[in-house]
C-alpha cells in the first residue's frame, strides 16, 4: 500500500536558522508531489510540486525553497528562517485524482 | 483563475442537527471536487469527491452534489455528532499536474 511520511512533528527554530523538512512515499514510483502550508486561522496554500527527480516547480515567492534528490523524496528548505514561515506544514502525493496528505509538521519560528 | 470560495466559520451546530458547508468554485477548465477533513492536531484527509457534473460524492453520512450551473460543491450532512468536529476543506484539482486549490477551510464544532 502507499505510504506518505512526513517529519519532525513538530519543529520550534530561532529566526536566521536554517530549515530542512523531509517527505517520503511509498509503494509507489514517479509520484507528483507537493508542499502546502497552513498559515494560522488560514487555508492551504501551494508552495512547490515537483513531476520528477530535480524538477521543481515554485507557486508563490518566498523564503522557502525545494528539492527532491530521488524519485520518492522531496525536501522544504530554508537557509534563514523567518518569523513569518510559521505554519503547518504538509507533504501531498497525487495518484489520479486525488491527494494523499501526510500528517504535517508544525513549524514555529522564534 | 482557478479558485475556491467556503462559507466563513466558525459554525457551531447541537449534535444531531443538519449540516450545510457551501462551497463555490471558479476555474478555467472542468476541475474535480473534493471535500478534505482536519481533525485536531491531525493531518487533511479526503473525505468525499466528485469528479465530473452531477456526481454525487458520500462517505461517513456525508454528501456533496458537482453542480456545473451553480458552481457549487456544497456539504451536507444530515445528522451531526460530535466527533464531526473538525476543520473542513472544498479544494478543486484541474490542470496537467493535478495542482489543488483549497478554500479556506471551515471549522466546525458540534455540541452536545
Known amino acids: 500500500s502507499q505510504t506518505i511520511h512526513q517529519w519532525p512533528a513538530t519543529l520550534v527554530q530561532p529566526v536566521g536558522s536554517p530549515l530542512s523538512l523531509e517527505c517520503t512515499v511509498e509503494g509507489t514510483s514517479n509520484p507528483n508531489l507537493y508542499w502546502y502550508r497552513q498559515a494560522a486561522g488560514r487555508g492551504l496554500q501551494l508552495l512547490f510540486y515537483?513531476?520528477?527527480?530535480?524538477?521543481i516547480s515554485s507557486e508563490v515567492p518566498q523564503n522557502l525553497s525545494a528539492s527532491r534528490p530521488q524519485d520518492r523524496q522531496f525536501i522544504l528548505s530554508s537557509k534563514k528562517l523567518l518569523l513569518s514561515d510559521s505554519g503547518f506544514y504538509l507533504c501531498a502525493w497525487n495518484q489520479g485524482h486525488a491527494y494523499t496528505f501526510g500528517s504535517g509538521t508544525r513549524l514555529t519560528v522564534v | 483563475g482557478n479558485s475556491v470560495t467556503q462559507m466563513e466559520g466558525p459554525v457551531t451546530l447541537s449534535e444531531e442537527a443538519f449540516l450545510t458547508i457551501n462551497c463555490t468554485y471558479t476555474?478555467?477548465?472542468?476541475?474535480?471536487l473534493f471535500w478534505y477533513v482536519q481533525y485536531p492536531g491531525e493531518g487533511l484527509q479526503l473525505l468525499l469527491k466528485a469528479t465530473k457534473a452531477d456526481d454525487k460524492g458520500s462517505n461517513k453520512g456525508f454528501e456533496a452534489t458537482y453542480r456545473k450551473e451553480t458552481t457549487s460543491f456544497h456539504l451536507e450532512k444530515g445528522s451531526v455528532q460530535v466527533s464531526d468536529s473538525a476543520v473542513y476543506f472544498c479544494a478543486l484539482s484541474i490542470g496537467n499536474f493535478n495542482k489543488f486549490y483549497f478554500g479556506s477551510g471551515t471549522k466546525l464544532n458540534v455540541k452536545p
Open positions: 515537483s513531476v520528477g527527480i530535480g524538477q
Open positions: 476555474a478555467t477548465g472542468y476541475p474535480s
